[in-house]
């Protein structure tokens, strides 16, 4: 978990790289306050900081603030997986490949649910992007680009990142920003959480409030741009949003919902309710919520046929264990109570069946199990029930109607891998937790990515990007490949490239 004291590390590092000005070294607006800048992002994270780069490389005065001490928002914890179609590398490679196709794989894997004007122009500027970030440094591991990993595959191979995941771009965008300060054009503020929008007379947005020391500042600029991320550190907006519990610790410590609340603050509002999907599900660090995340368990078929049976807390089976398709396992985990399951299986199991957890002997297990906290054991079915939380008499059936399954060859739920019953004890079970790390609503804006009203119109000047459009318009209530990283890089780019500047920002 990246704590304020990681993150201050990782300032010292980026630093000590000559990637990053230390706060004394920062410029505050030598204009004065009351010169506008050309934009004011609100955010130096994956969306802000090619904003920011790209606006200043067309002669732009560009205000960076950022609530943390550090610039790179959730790139610091990302995975940084990133798709995109008909890019130089795949070219190189024979791949033949576009953002067509990209696009009917998004509305395909998303079932139809993602926004196919947001998916349109987040695919169609994902190739440039990507071509843009290796040019500039960035190395894709090697064999890449893949078809997928973790989430339902690609039709083509469109799928890359680089050996430090979120941080190898975030490495690339540093360098890139530092380039542009050195220009004179972007000011950078750090531990600057933004706390309102300014609005002029006529509704126009002409500048933010940002608080720094304790001291509330303003700035002047022609457009905002809310590049603030989501709200997956905010527990209350998540519950209140999604319907659902933050069941996991695990996303960017200042992605708290601040640029929803600023949208909506000036008549802008969300969109992406009912659009939550839990992961299929990984074993928290304790009974606590959220909790930190402790290990993954592997329930990919084709990786590792699965021995064991898995039970929601009524103990009863929900979904064929070898379910080939990722998606189909999510849905059917989402209506269970908690979006919890236990993974149930006997000390013959335990012995015999490939091991289930990276890095992990069997003895670990039975240590964990000792604790009786997510790992549990104990020498009857009913009394792990007991333990783990689970109906006993749920689980005593269900575990019985499986052991028939296998003795005949039938099971309930059409499973085919049917190693072993599950018959003596001790009996394990180990409690996976559904989970989600990425904010579904967002807010609502144009396929200029102009912030509207409810109405449909334009709020003149404020613009959104990145997380906090919600993960939903661009992977709809599905996991596609890559479809936040990279649309929150392409965007952040496309409006640095794109917005007017100078005195044709009042046109
Ligand atoms: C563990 C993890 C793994 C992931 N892996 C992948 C993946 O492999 N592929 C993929 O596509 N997606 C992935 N995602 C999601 C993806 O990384 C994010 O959706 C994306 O990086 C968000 O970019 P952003 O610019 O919207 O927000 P961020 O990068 O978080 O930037 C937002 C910035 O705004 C700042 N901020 C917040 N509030 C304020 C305020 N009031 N004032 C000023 N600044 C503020 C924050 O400090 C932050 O620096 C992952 C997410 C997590 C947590």
Same mark, same amino acid.
């Given at each position: 978990?990246?704590?304020?004291?990681?993150?201050?590390?990782?300032?010292?590092?980026?630093?000590?790289?000559?990637?990053?000005?230390?706060?004394?070294?920062?410029?505050?607006?030598?204009? &004065?306050?009351?010169?506008? /800048?050309?934009?004011?992002?609100?955010?130096?994270?994956? +969306?802000?900081?090619?904003?920011?780069?790209?606006?200043?490389?067309?002669?732009?005065?560009?205000?960076?603030?950022?609530?943390?001490?550090?610039?790179?928002?959730?790139?610091?914890?990302?995975?940084?997986?990133?798709?995109?179609? @008909?890019?130089?590398?795949?070219?190189?490679?024979?791949?033949?490949?576009?953002?067509? %196709?990209?696009?009917?794989?998004?509305?395909?894997?998303?079932?139809?649910s993602a926004n196919p004007e947001i998916v349109r122009l987040a695919?169609?500027?994902?190739?440039? $992007?990507?071509?843009?970030?290796?040019?500039?440094?960035?190395?894709?591991?090697?064999?890449?680009?893949?078809? *997928?990993? &973790?989430?339902?595959?690609?039709?083509?191979?469109?799928?890359?990142?680089? +050996?430090?995941?979120?941080?190898?771009?975030?490495?690339?965008?540093?360098?890139?920003?530092?380039?542009?300060?050195?220009?004179?054009?972007?000011?950078?503020?750090?531990?600057?959480?933004? $706390?309102?929008?300014?609005?002029?007379?006529?509704?126009?947005?002409?500048?933010?409030?940002?608080?720094?020391g304790g001291t509330e500042q303003v700035h002047r600029g022609r457009?905002? #741009?809310?590049?603030?991320?989501?709200?997956?550190?905010?527990?209350?907006?998540?519950?209140?949003?999604?319907?659902?519990?933050?069941?996991?610790?695990?996303?960017?410590?200042?992605?708290?919902?601040?640029?929803? !609340?600023?949208?909506?603050?000036?008549?802008?509002?969300?969109?992406?309710?009912?659009?939550?999907?839990?992961?299929? *599900?990984?074993?928290?660090?304790?009974?606590?919520?959220?909790?930190?995340?402790?290990?993954?368990?592997?329930?990919?078929?084709?990786?590792?046929?699965?021995?064991?049976? /898995?039970?929601?807390?009524?103990?009863?089976?929900?979904?064929?264990?070898?379910?080939?398709?990722?998606?189909?396992?999510?849905?059917?985990?989402?209506?269970?109570?908690?979006?919890?399951?236990?993974?149930?299986?006997?000390?013959?199991?335990? %012995?015999?069946?490939?091991?289930?957890?990276?890095?992990?002997?069997?003895?670990?297990?039975?240590?964990?199990?000792?604790?009786?906290?997510?790992?549990?054991?104990?020498?009857?079915?009913?009394?792990?029930?007991?333990? %783990?939380?689970?109906?006993?008499?749920?689980?005593?059936?269900?575990?019985?109607? /499986?052991?028939?399954?296998?003795?005949? *060859?039938?099971?309930?739920?059409?499973?085919?891998?049917?190693?072993?019953?599950?018959a003596q004890g001790p009996y394990y079970a180990i409690r996976m937790?559904?989970?989600?790390?990425?904010?579904?609503? @967002?807010? %609502?804006?144009?396929?200029?990515?102009?912030?509207?009203?409810? !109405?449909?119109?334009?709020?003149?000047?404020?613009?959104?990007?990145?997380?906090? #459009?919600?993960?939903?318009?661009?992977?709809?209530?599905?996991?596609?490949?890559?479809?936040?990283?990279?649309?929150?890089?392409?965007?952040?780019?496309?409006?640095?490239?794109?917005?007017?500047?100078?005195?044709?920002?009042?046109?």
């Amino acid at each position: 978990m990246l704590n304020r004291r990681t993150l201050l590390t990782t300032t010292a590092s980026l630093a000590s790289l000559g990637l990053l000005r230390s706060a004394a070294a920062e410029r505050v607006a030598s204009t &004065g306050r009351n010169t506008a /800048y050309d934009l004011i992002i609100v955010g130096a994270g994956t +969306a802000g900081l090619p904003a920011a780069i790209f606006a200043s490389r067309r002669g732009g005065r560009v205000l960076l603030l950022d609530a943390a001490p550090v610039i790179g928002g959730t790139l610091h914890f990302s995975t940084g997986q990133m798709s995109a179609a @008909g890019t130089r590398l795949q070219r190189s490679l024979g791949i033949d490949d576009s953002a067509d %196709a990209h696009f009917d794989d998004v509305m395909r894997i998303s079932q139809g649910s993602a926004n196919p004007e947001i998916v349109r122009l987040a695919v169609d500027q994902a190739g440039p $992007t990507l071509d843009w970030l290796m040019e500039a440094g960035l190395e894709p591991m090697p064999g890449h680009p893949v078809m *997928g990993l &973790g989430h339902e595959f690609y039709s083509q191979r469109r799928y890359y990142w680089g +050996a430090n995941g979120g941080r190898s771009i975030l490495e690339v965008l540093a360098r890139q920003l530092e380039a542009e300060r050195a220009n004179g054009r972007i000011d950078l503020l750090l531990d600057s959480p933004v $706390t309102a929008l300014l609005r002029s007379d006529a509704g126009a947005i002409e500048g933010v409030r940002a608080m720094r020391g304790g001291t509330e500042q303003v700035h002047r600029g022609r457009q905002v #741009l809310l590049a603030s991320g989501g709200y997956a550190s905010n527990p209350a907006m998540w519950e209140e949003l999604d319907g659902y519990r933050q069941h996991i610790d695990a996303a960017y410590p200042f992605s708290r919902g601040d640029g929803l !609340r600023l949208a909506r603050s000036v008549g802008g509002y969300l969109r992406g309710r009912s659009m939550y999907l839990t992961s299929f *599900g990984a074993i928290l660090a304790d009974e606590s919520s959220p909790a930190a995340l402790r290990a993954g368990f592997e329930t990919w078929p084709d990786r590792r046929a699965p021995w064991e049976i /898995y039970v929601n807390a009524r103990g009863e089976r929900f979904v064929r264990e070898d379910e080939p398709s990722v998606h189909q396992r999510e849905l059917a985990l989402l209506p269970q109570p908690e979006q919890r399951f236990w993974i149930v299986f006997d000390e013959r199991m335990l %012995a015999a069946a490939p091991p289930g957890i990276k890095d992990w002997t069997r003895e670990d297990i039975r240590e964990a199990a000792a604790a009786q906290s997510v790992f549990y054991t104990a020498d009857s079915l009913a009394a792990l029930a007991r333990r %783990a939380g689970i109906d006993a008499q749920g689980l005593e059936y269900t575990v019985r109607r /499986y052991n028939e399954g296998v003795a005949s *060859g039938r099971d309930p739920w059409g499973r085919k891998h049917l190693p072993a019953q599950i018959a003596q004890g001790p009996y394990y079970a180990i409690r996976m937790q559904g989970f989600a790390i990425t904010s579904n609503v @967002g807010i %609502a804006v144009d396929a200029r990515l102009r912030v509207i009203d409810i !109405r449909g119109e334009p709020i003149p000047g404020l613009h959104a990007a990145g997380e906090a #459009l919600g993960h939903s318009q661009t992977s709809g209530k599905a996991y596609v490949g890559g479809m936040s990283v990279t649309p929150a890089l392409s965007f952040g780019r496309l409006l640095g490239q794109t917005l007017p500047l100078g005195q044709q920002a009042g046109a």
